[in-house]
């Protein structure tokens, strides 16, 4: 790897707020602060999707959001729609959340389909698909699992977490997701990243984006 630059890290990092409340002013601020970091994606609700879009219209900034979030408890077709709702609204960054319960007790080809169709709905030129798998909830079997069934769906990253389970990124399971998928697929680490160090064992250990809320702290720790 190049030697990993502030303009580098940067580029990794999907700038988020997800959260359900906030200072009025929040998305704004995101987006104000994506475009002068130049940060690889600003990742909203979906509900914020067309007002980010708007305000990054001139830059090259991206717009992602979250779909069966946070509990990847939905209707398959419904977050298929939401998707592509998203899309149209001006989404390039999708991030879909398995269905941690099918995954561990439920029918395996069923979930594959369900994964399949996911995929398809963001097969589209400039669009993006990640699959959150929860990781924290996961055993090291059931992880490699979902991530070899992300990567036969054709998802373009698989993703450790969203940020609101029992745990986020750890070096262990990016590590295991990069064994797992192999060069050719992005992994993205997310929740828990607030320090630079953070960043950097991630990034060491296979992930090549970071979804945090904290990348500007992190940036301003870089020299």
Request: aromatic share 4%; net charge positive.
């Amino acid at each position: 790897m190049a030697k990993l630059t502030k303009a580098r890290l940067a580029a990794m990092i999907d700038h988020t707020f997800l959260k359900a409340a906030g200072e009025a002013d929040a998305i704004e601020t995101l987006c104000a602060e994506a475009r002068k970091y130049r940060f690889a994606c600003a990742m909203v609700n979906p509900c914020e999707v067309r007002h980010a879009a708007q305000l990054l219209a001139k830059s090259k900034i991206r717009i992602g959001t979250v779909i069966n979030f946070p509990l990847g408890q939905g209707v398959v077709d419904a977050a298929i729609a939401d998707a592509r709702l998203a899309i149209a609204e001006g989404a390039k960054d999708i991030d879909f959340v398995i269905d941690v319960r099918k995954l561990k007790f439920g029918d395996a080809k069923e979930l594959q389909d369900d994964l399949n169709r996911m995929a398809a709905a963001c097969r589209l030129p400039g669009i993006v698909s990640k699959l959150i798998i929860e990781c924290c909830y996961l055993t090291d079997r059931e992880k490699v699992k979902a991530c070899k069934m992300a990567k036969k769906a054709g998802f373009d990253f698989v993703k450790t977490s969203t940020g609101f389970g029992t745990g986020g990124a750890t070096v262990h399971d990016v590590a295991l997701m990069r064994k797992t998928v192999g060069p050719e697929m992005g992994v993205k680490a997310a929740g828990g990243i607030r320090t630079l160090a953070d960043a950097l064992a991630l990034v060491d250990a296979g992930a090549t984006r970071l979804g945090c809320s904290a990348g500007v702290a992190i940036l301003k720790e870089m020299k």
